[in-house]
């Protein structure tokens, strides 16, 4: 016993030791960063500095809207990340401004979120937000329905999935307030999920020919059921790369590619932001997550509804 006392007294020194090495270090990294962007600045001048970003720009021959795609996408992916639903709500809303059509949007949204969610994937992944059980049950229905609903979008077109969107909206209005619910349990007990595989299918499906559904049905049906959000969201993001994957390789290949610049803002902004989205899911807890998915589904739902009924 007192040998182990006296390991223990002996670790702590240099274990404070280190830590503030790590602060000094960190604490002259940021004065010669400061004294560096100083020395900078003085030569050459911010104004000069945002002149010679805005000539490569025009150079590149980006529009006006890239900027806005860019910071879309960041927000969008930032929601999306760490509550594990949103983005194609945020995105579709910004795109439809712009007068695209509805398999347009849906495909540049779908190339877009392949690489937005494919970063938060790999965030999540590292992590450690990932129930491996749950992505091989959600995986292969999840593509295939994204596969087929990209097809019916893109043949039969919009008007056959407009009598959808309410429907779903209903639903995920419910489930909205039963996470609401949830959030304000003493004791949130878990119950199985059946048919889970039939649920990535039609998450699938009407996230490419509905615009948007992946995360509000699977993510709120799983979360509903008293499952760890932080688990669920890994999950459902991770698995959600394989899906936009196959959503966008089939508009790739009926449609072709279009709208570079919008794709690359939105992409750009979302890999930015995926990171700091799986840092906030896993530092988040359970109630704060419960209370801000159910809000924003019931946000979303209501959205539709209204939209659907020409209120909006």
Known sequence: MEENKAEATQHYPIRDEKYWRV????????????????????????????????AFGDTLGLEPAFGWMLL???????????????????????????????????????????????????SHYRFGNINKKLFKTLLLPGVT????GAILLCYLGEAYGSWLR??????????????????????NESRKVKHAGWLAGAGGFLDSFGGGGWGPLVTSTLIAKGKTPRYI??????????????????????????????????????????????????????????????????VSSTRTLLKTAGVI
């Open 233 to 298: 969201i890994g999950t459902v993001s991770l698995t959600e790369f394989f899906v936009t994957l196959g959503s966008a390789l089939t508009f790739f290949i009926i449609l072709g590619t279009s709208h570079i610049q919008t794709i690359a803002g939105l992409i750009i902004g979302g890999v930015l932001a995926a990171p700091i989205a799986a840092r906030l899911a896993g530092k988040l807890n359970t109630k704060t997550i419960l209370i801000a998915v159910g809000i924003l589904v019931i």
């Open 23 to 54: 602060i000094a270090g960190r604490c002259l990294f940021a004065l010669g960063f400061m004294i560096i962007g100083h020395l900078i600045a003085s030569f050459y001048p911010m104004t000069n500095l945002i002149n010679a970003f805005k």
């Open 145 to 148: 329905g994204a596969i087929i």
């Open 166 to 187: 309410p429907l779903l909206s209903v639903y995920t209005l419910l489930l909205g307030a039963r996470i609401l619910l949830n959030a304000f349990r003493k004791k």
């Open 72 to 122: 879309a996408g960041f927000v969008a992916q930032l929601v999306d990340g760490a509550l594990g639903m949103g983005y194609g709500v945020i995105s579709t809303t910004v795109l439809l401004s712009t007068g695209l059509n509805p398999a347009s949007i849906s495909g540049s949204i779908h190339t877009a979120e392949m690489f937005s969610s494919g970063a938060s994937g790999f």
